[in-house]
């Protein structure tokens, strides 16, 4: 029997999912948290650019792929974050994977038991020494640290499973007593919640040095990238190879990109990021009078942990033949006996939204 097989015969089989024209009210799956992905100056900037520009880059951004597109969204980005540089990714997978294995060279790499796959397998290919620490314990890393040595910490802002945040605290004080350089993945904290949507990186500016972040959860779009210093973004232009020898995203998707970024940093981002915040203590006081076991977070990422692997794809089977698109999470994915049904909170819910799926969640079995 092959590896295939066996996963075929197993209970954590994946199917890939086709997405259908859900109703805003039933879509309780998507990482479009502000619903960006519908706003008319969005949609305006990729209409307007496609007639400019043509659908495809055509190469590469070190060949013909690069546009004034591309220039203008790495500019506005770098003003937003206050940074000296910005370079775009095709993914967050390449983005992460890239940055790390072309610019972490020296010395140890701690990073969070729950980092994202593209964080690992980033890490993994350094050949560098690395060590695993427990969930966000980074005071714990205080007695292996020391002052000389050039180590690094990853980790991500809030993180994709659990909607949990970096203790900012802790990574300040750690970086009292060590030369340690931290990149922070933020793509799932970027335009949901801060001033201006800075999220963790907001606070922890000048404590990050490499800052990932997507444009698939906030942004409503797709694509990513790395922001830091002129000379470390250079090197990933000149070195990376996720970067070299992958054709560039359309311009197109980076004018509407662009425009998402205007959405977030306005007023209307702000009411935005408030109505998101008021849907997440809506939903989660909601399942707490279920008492169901909900992971604790403030972020729309909301996840019921069910623990049974085929109990908790019955349930996610129940909730689509309702109409509700939900999300489950098995291992690998998460450590064993955590399986989940994962929420995903949206700007555009409405409070009757919320109120008919947690009815639906009383009826399942």
């Known amino acids: 029997m092959t590896r295939l097989d066996e996963r075929r015969e197993s209970s954590r089989f994946r199917r890939r999912q086709t997405r259908t024209a859900t109703a805003i009210e039933q879509q309780f799956a998507s990482n479009d948290y502000l619903s960006l992905s519908q706003h008319p100056h969005v949609l305006k900037a990729a209409k307007d650019a496609l007639d400019r520009w043509g659908f495809g880059s055509g190469g590469s951004p070190l060949l013909s792929g690069y546009s004034n597109a591309h220039r203008e969204l790495e500019e506005a980005l770098a003003e937003w974050l206050d940074v000296e540089a910005v370079v775009l990714f095709n993914s967050g997978f390449a983005a992460n994977h890239g940055t790390i294995s072309t610019l972490i060279q020296t010395g140890t790499i701690y990073f969070d038991r729950l980092s994202h796959a593209s964080l690992i397998d980033g890490i993994r290919s350094t050949k560098r020494r690395f ?27 809030t993180f994709s499973m659990d909607g949990d945040r970096i203790p900012e605290q802790e990574l300040r004080e750690l970086q009292q007593h060590s030369k340690v350089s931290v990149l922070l993945d933020d793509a799932h904290g970027l335009g949901v919640w801060g001033e201006q949507g800075l999220a963790s990186y907001g606070a922890l500016r000048d404590n990050i040095r490499l800052l990932t972040g997507t444009f698939g959860k906030a942004f409503g779009a797709s694509g990513a990238f790395v922001a830091g210093s002129g000379d470390d973004i250079e090197e990933l232009i000149q070195f990376c190879r996720e970067y070299i020898y992958s054709t560039a995203f ?15 940093r306005s007023d209307e981002g702000a009411e935005l990021r408030a109505r998101l915040a ?20 403030d972020s729309p990422i909301q ?22 698109a939900v999300s489950a999470v098995r291992p690998p994915t998460v450590p064993e ?3 989940r049904i994962r929420f995903s909170l949206q700007a555009q819910h409405q409070p009757q939204h919320i109120d008919a799926l947690c009815q639906q969640l009383d009826k399942l079995s």
Request: aromatic letters at 6%.
């Open 303 to 324: 996840s019921w942990v069910v623990g049974d692997d085929q109990l908790v794809m019955l349930l996610k089977q129940q909730l689509q033949q309702a109409g509700f």
């Open 337 to 339: 006996g955590s399986a």
């Open 278 to 297: 008021h849907n997440i203590d809506n939903f989660k006081g909601q399942l707490q009078q279920r008492q169901l076991n909900l992971i604790a977070s």
């Open 250 to 264: 359309p311009p197109a998707q980076a004018a509407a990109i662009q425009a998402a970024l205007t959405v977030i």
């Open 131 to 157: 060590k695993r620490f427990e969930h966000n314990r980074i005071a714990d890393l205080s007695a292996e640290l020391t002052p000389t040595a050039e180590d690094w910490v990853v980790s991500e802002g």
